[in-house]
């Protein structure tokens, strides 16, 4: 099992930014698809942001120009640069990795999510 353990939220005020981190307890070279995914209170989850092995992004209309999704090879690291944060993108991230091991298994893990709030 792959395991995902996020980190950076808090709380931020309206302007402010933050930086999420997901470190995976595995290689992340052979993976296929990378995102970020959040769930405010009442709400569905959404997608926020996406990476696939090719190196496209893909972002939710209501982020693309403030949310950045990038990773890091040698720290097995994804990351999601937010700035401009709105009170309305305070909800709780969590990222999602999905790859292929060493045996040739896909796996396709999530992280426990990490709260956002934004003050405005």
């Known amino acids: 099992q792959v395991q995902l353990v996020e980190s950076g939220g808090g709380l931020v005020q309206a302007g402010g930014s933050l930086r999420l981190s997901c470190a995976a307890s595995?290689?992340?070279?052979?993976?296929?698809?990378m995102g970020w995914y959040r769930q405010a209170p009442g709400k569905q989850r959404e997608r926020v942001a996406s990476m696939l092995s090719s190196g496209s992004t893909d972002y939710a209309d209501s982020v693309k120009g403030r949310f950045t999704i990038s990773k890091s090879n040698a720290e097995n690291t994804v990351y999601l640069q937010m700035n401009s944060l709105k009170p309305e993108d305070a909800a709780v991230y969590y990222c999602?990795?999905?790859?292929?091991?060493?045996?040739?298994?896909?796996?396709?893990?999530w992280g426990q999510g990490t709260q956002v709030t934004v003050s405005s």
């Open positions: 595995i290689s992340i070279i052979s993976f296929r698809e």
């Open positions: 999602n990795i999905k790859g292929t091991l060493v045996d040739g298994r896909r796996y396709d893990s």
